[in-house]
């Protein structure tokens, strides 16, 4: 993937602020322990839960139990939004991923994001891949987890010292 020009919103940005860099937004995708995944139910409700996942080969990875809702929910509509940041007023960088989830199949693409996992979340989520998703040795009957990917189609970055709004479009 190339890396996007932010374009900084000047309406919700402090005078002084200046647009934030691609490798300074992934950066942030890709070091944060948790992210909060808003899926659309199929009566048009909002649903958002937190969860861990993975930036990587330019995308944002989860997983779900085929049991979950987010899972329901991504079975009508594929459109979702994915945040992380800190939960503070003057300090750190929010972002937003917007985009549409696409299951992941095939071992060898799923292989790569269960290394990914590991990687960054070590043997707590040690996940083995097979063609059609993850799984582990104590799995659950009915709890195995699909992949999905979330390719970017915009990025909203919102830094806090100084406010600024940078938004990037694929």
């Not at 919700?12 to 200046?18: E, I, K």
């Not at 979702?80 to 696409?102: K, L, Q, Y």
């Amino acid at each position: 993937m190339t890396s996007p020009r932010g374009s900084l919103d000047t309406r919700f940005s402090d005078p002084v602020a200046h647009a934030l860099g691609w490798p300074e937004v992934v950066s942030l995708l890709t070091s944060a322990e948790l992210y909060w995944l808003t899926t659309v139910r199929s009566d048009g409700r909002p649903h958002t839960c937190p969860l861990v996942g993975v930036w990587a080969q330019g995308a944002f990875s989860f997983c779900t139990g085929t049991g979950e809702q987010k899972h329901a929910n991504l079975e009508h509509r594929a459109d979702v939004s994915v945040t992380t940041g800190a939960n503070t007023w003057t300090e750190g960088t929010d972002v937003v991923v917007e985009g549409r989830a696409e299951r992941v199949r095939g071992r060898e693409r799923l292989a790569l994001l269960a290394a990914a996992w590991r990687d960054k979340y070590g043997d707590q989520w040690a996940w083995q891949a097979d063609d059609e998703g993850f799984h582990d040795d104590g799995e659950q009957p009915g709890s195995r987890p699909w992949v999905y990917v979330v390719p970017p189609a915009k990025v909203i970055a919102f830094g806090k010292r100084p406010h600024s709004q940078t938004t990037f479009r694929f």
